[in-house]
Nanobody, 133 residues
Framework: QLRLEESGGGLAQPGGSLSLACSASGFTSDYYGIAWFRQVPGKEREGVSCITNTPAMPQMGDSVKGRFTVSIDNAKNTVTLEMASLESEDSGAYYC??????????????????????????WGQGIWVTVST
């Protein structure tokens, strides 16, 4: 069974930086994509980023382009989201989610398009990020 576990998070000041990590284990397919979503209570879940394992192809949501970066360590099956120039609106619960398939094409298609939670069967429990003075 696939397991996803987020780490990092916490409190950061506006303009500051914070890093989140998603550690994944139990993949049964060669190809997978790991996405980050975030959500504020009362609002829809928003896709932040997605990255495939082989090759590593990162995609960033429009709201975080130029400020956030995502990378993957294939050996450790760990995805890191580096957040910089943080704004108060970046606050929320951040979730790691994964999709896997025997075909890279299938994963790439999901990861490259606008991110939808329903496309990702496996989820972590989430971790809080608070940007405040």
């Amino acid at each position: 069974q696939l397991r996803l576990e987020e780490s990092g998070g916490g409190l950061a000041q506006p303009g500051g930086s914070l890093s989140l990590a998603c550690s994944a284990s139990g993949f049964t397919s060669d190809y997978y994509g790991i996405a980050w979503f975030r959500q504020v209570p009362g609002k829809e879940r928003e896709g932040v980023s997605c990255i495939t394992n082989t090759p590593a192809m990162p995609q960033m949501g429009d709201s975080v382009k130029g400020r956030f970066t995502v990378s993957i360590d294939n050996a450790k099956n760990t995805v890191t989201l580096e957040m910089a120039s943080l704004e108060s609106e970046d606050s929320g619960a951040y979730y790691c989610a994964a999709v896997q398939n025997r075909l890279h094409y299938a994963v790439e298609q999901i990861c490259a398009r606008t991110l939808h939670p329903v496309d990702f069967p496996d989820w972590g429990q989430g971790i809080w990020v608070t940007v405040s003075t």
